[in-house]
Structures are given as C-alpha cells and as structure tokens.
C-alpha cells in the first residue's frame, strides 16, 4: 500500500534560518510525491512536486524538496524561514488506480517560524 | 485562490438530516476529487470523477454519494447524519487524471448537532 509518514508533529524554527519538514514514503513501484500546505481557514496549496528526474525539485514561494530513494523520504526545505511560513504542511504520495488516482497524505507537521 | 469554488462555506444541520456540498472545478479541469478532513482520521479520499464518469473511489460510507454533472460541478450528498460526520469537506480539481497536481478549494466546514 502506499503511504507516507511525517514523524514530526511540529517543527519550530526561527526567522531567517534554515527549515526542513520530514516526509518518508512507503510505496510499491515508483513514488511520485507531493508537498501541500495549509492555511488556516483554507483550503491545500500545492507547493511542489516529484515525479521522475532531478531529486532536487524546486517550488513555489521558495520551497524545495530532495527525493532520497536510498533512505526513502522526500524533506520540505527552505533556506530562509520567514514568519508568514507558519503553516500546517503534508506530504503526500498520489496512489494510481485501476481508472484513477487519488492523494494519501500524512498527518501533518504543524511549522511555526518565530520573529 | 485556487480557482476552485466550494459552497457553502459552512454548514449546521441535525443528526439524521440530508446536505448536499457543491464544488465547481478550475476552468478546463476534467477530473473533480472528493476529501474529508477531520482530527481522529486526517485527510482522507472520498471519490474522483473525470469528466462525468466516477473513476476511484475510497473508503465512503455507503450514506455519502456524488456525481459529476455535464458543466463539470459536482455535488457530494450525505445523508442520514451523523455527529461524526462533522468534518472539513474538501474538493480538488485536476486536469486529468493520473499524477497531476490537484488544486484544492477553501472547503466546507460541516458541523452534525
């Protein structure tokens, strides 16, 4: 079955330094990942994608991500938190069916970056 | 703003009762998915339609239906209500089916008294 994991509830980081929010993945052939964030109050948007090439995939407002097949995780990072980051994010892998496909995500990392 | 529309935006209503959830997708979307968001169970799929047709389905309650319309909204009926079906209900939309990415709309909060 596919799914994924991210093994920390919350991650607290300061403005200005560097953020990774962890996502490992369980899956059966080849993964294709997502990352989602969440304001509160609204709905998901996504934030980046992996699919096949570089493990390295760059995203929307200065998110990147690093496909590890060896160690099976896909990590959310930022070089330079800001403050509007604060966010609930998921990781998700997306599950091909017989005549479709949809999304499992994890439970959530919950990111509060502090002035 | 995803271009994803949801109404409405909250909902009350009685146990034992009938709502029906709108959703219209982003312009040119083909393919409308269904998801349930709550504390105990996270996000969780309900069912995909692509244009028209239903095309997978998750773990939903034989109480919940939807169905994909010719315009591509869709509605997403729950019926017989329960309190544990208070949740955040969220559409996505996708251009196809398959890996692309899926653009969510703001949801519609659901509270079962």
């Known amino acids: 079955a596919q799914s994924v994991a991210q093994p920390e509830d919350q991650v607290n980081v300061a403005e200005g330094n560097p953020l990774t929010v962890k996502c490992t993945y369980s899956v059966s052939g080849n993964p294709y990942l997502f990352w989602y964030v969440q304001y509160p109050n609204r709905g998901l948007q996504f934030l980046l994608k992996?699919?096949?090439?570089?493990?390295l995939v760059k995203g929307s407002y200065g998110f990147e991500a690093e496909f590890n097949k060896s160690q099976t995780s896909f990590h959310l990072k930022k070089p330079s938190a800001l403050v509007s980051d604060s966010a609930l994010y998921f990781c998700?892998?997306?599950?091909?069916?017989?005549?479709?496909?949809?999304?499992?995500f994890g439970a959530g990392t919950i990111l509060r970056v502090k002035s | 703003d995803s271009g994803v529309t949801q109404t409405p935006k909250h909902l009350i209503t009685a146990t034992g009762q009938r709502v029906t959830l709108r959703c219209s997708p982003r312009?040119?979307?083909?393919?409308v998915y269904w998801y349930q968001q709550s504390l105990d169970q996270g996000l969780q799929f309900l069912i995909q339609y692509y244009n028209g047709e239903e095309r997978a389905k998750g773990n939903i309650l034989e109480r919940f239906s939807a169905q994909q319309f010719p315009d591509l909204h869709s509605e997403l009926n729950l019926s017989s209500l329960e309190l544990g079906d208070s949740a955040l209900y969220f559409c996505?939309?996708?251009?196809?089916?398959?890996?692309?990415?899926?653009?969510f709309g703001p949801g519609t909060r659901l509270t079962v008294t």
């Open positions: 312009s040119g979307d083909l393919s």
């Open positions: 996505a939309s996708s251009v196809g089916t398959g890996l692309y990415e899926q653009y």
């Open positions: 998700a892998v997306s599950r091909l069916m017989e005549y479709g496909n949809k999304l499992v």
């Open positions: 992996y699919i096949t090439g570089d493990n």
